[in-house]
Every structure is written in structure tokens, then in C-alpha cells.
């Protein structure tokens, strides 16, 4: 099963509104890190959030971390049309050496 | 710029036929992967590799080998290609020994086994 789960699958916003993406992992970790993938295209890393902090900023993306609730969330704030994509978070645990994927959260924005 | 290039984007083999599919990363990068992502399933990791001449295991290792002779280019092999192959595959790599650094992803090939 994947470590990490994002909600939702699919979301649909209108040009402007705030779109907000969860992730859930099962096993601890040591950082989680957000990718956005475009149509036909390959990932690109947006932004990365170790286990000891809660809430990082880049631009119009806000990133936070709940360790005690194993999830993490993306926001994207006054989206636009370009913003659309597939979204996925990634948990990288030590133990293993890699990072663990999640199914991703195709996301919509309409003009 | 990172750049990852896969060497192609649409390839069409048949059953049987042993697969090459090439990725050279043009930023000195330790680490390099080979994924590869099927609806509903996201990216799965077949190996990997975190210096030149190693390689690891992944989570679905099966049907592949990989090869790295030079730091730039990993190569994944299908030994004998079966139709559940068929699947969107793409490399990636990173910087630095087996740490945890943003990696670095090319477009993509979209294999197809007839």
C-alpha cells in the first residue's frame, strides 16, 4: 500500500479560489516534500517540510505538518489556470532511503 | 537548470523483446532512479542508484536491471518485455549520497508491449 495518501483525488475550483490538497502517511518520517505534475510531463519538486517543523511558505503554496496526525497539507492560494495539475506528496524515511510516493490529487482550475 | 532527459518519450515493443531505456542528468548528480507510474497507483520505485557502478533494489524490482557505467547516465532494462510493462516510466536524480535532497525529474517514457 502507498505511504502516502493524498485527498482528495480529484478537485475542481473555479480561477481565484483557494485550492487545498491533504496528505496522509502510515510510518514515521523524516521529512515530507510536494511535487505537481503536468499533463504528459515529468514531477517537479515544489517544496520540502522536515519532521520538525509545521508550516513553510513559497510564494502562493503553504505547506503544513502535523507529525502526531501523520499528514501534511498543500495550499494553494488564489489559484489560476496554469495551476492545474496532478499533486503529490512524497515521505522520505531514513530507514529506507528513498521516497515513498502517494497516488496524488489531480487538480482543476477553471477559468 | 537540472536537466534529466530520457531518451524517448513514445516507444512501441513487442513481447519478448529486450527494452533499453536511457537517462542522462547533466548536474554531477549522485543519485539516480528509475519509477515508474500507473493510474491509481502513483510512482512506484523499480531501482536505484546512489553512485556510479551501484544499484539497488526498489519496491518492484522484478523484470528490470539497471545500469550505471558513468555518474550521468543510468540505463533501466527490460530483459524480456511482457504486456504489464506497459507503463509511463520515468527517471530521476539527486545530489548527495543517501540523503534526503528534492529530485530531479525528466518527462518521461511512455512504454508500450504489444
Known amino acids: 500500500s502507498q505511504q502516502g495518501e493524498e485527498d482528495p483525488q480529484a478537485l475542481s475550483i473555479q480561477e481565484g479560489e483557494n485550492a487545498t490538497m491533504n496528505c496522509s502517511y502510515k510510518t514515521s518520517i523524516n521529512n515530507l516534500q510536494w511535487y505537481r505534475q503536468n499533463s504528459g510531463r515529468g514531477l517537479v519538486h515544489l517544496i520540502l517540510i522536515r519532521s520538525n517543523e509545521r508550516e513553510k511558505h513559497s510564494g502562493r503554496l503553504r505547506v503544513t505538518l502535523d507529525t502526531s496526525k501523520k499528514s501534511s497539507s498543500l495550499l494553494i492560494t488564489a489559484s489560476r489556470a496554469a495551476d492545474t495539475a496532478s499533486y503529490f506528496c512524497?515521505?522520505?524515511?531514513?530507514?529506507?532511503?528513498?521516497?515513498?510516493f502517494g497516488s496524488g490529487t489531480r487538480l482543476l482550475v477553471r477559468p | 537548470d537540472v536537466k534529466v532527459t530520457q531518451s524517448s518519450r513514445y516507444l512501441v515493443k513487442r513481447t519478448g523483446e529486450k527494452v533499453f531505456l536511457e537517462c542522462v542528468q547533466d548536474m554531477d548528480h549522485e543519485n539516480m532512479f528509475w519509477y515508474r507510474q500507473d493510474p491509481g497507483l502513483g510512482l512506484r520505485l523499480i531501482y536505484f542508484s546512489y553512485d556510479v557502478k551501484m544499484k539497488e533494489k526498489g519496491d518492484i524490482p522484478e523484470g528490470y536491471s539497471v545500469s550505471r557505467e558513468k555518474k550521468e547516465r543510468f540505463s533501466l532494462i527490460l530483459e524480456s518485455a511482457s504486456t504489464n510493462q506497459t507503463s509511463m516510466y520515468l527517471c530521476a536524480s539527486s545530489l548527495g549520497g543517501r540523503t534526503n535532497q528534492p529530485q530531479h525529474f525528466g518527462d518521461g517514457t511512455r512504454l508500450s508491449i504489444l
Open positions: 512524497a515521505s522520505w524515511m531514513d530507514s529506507s532511503y528513498k521516497l515513498i
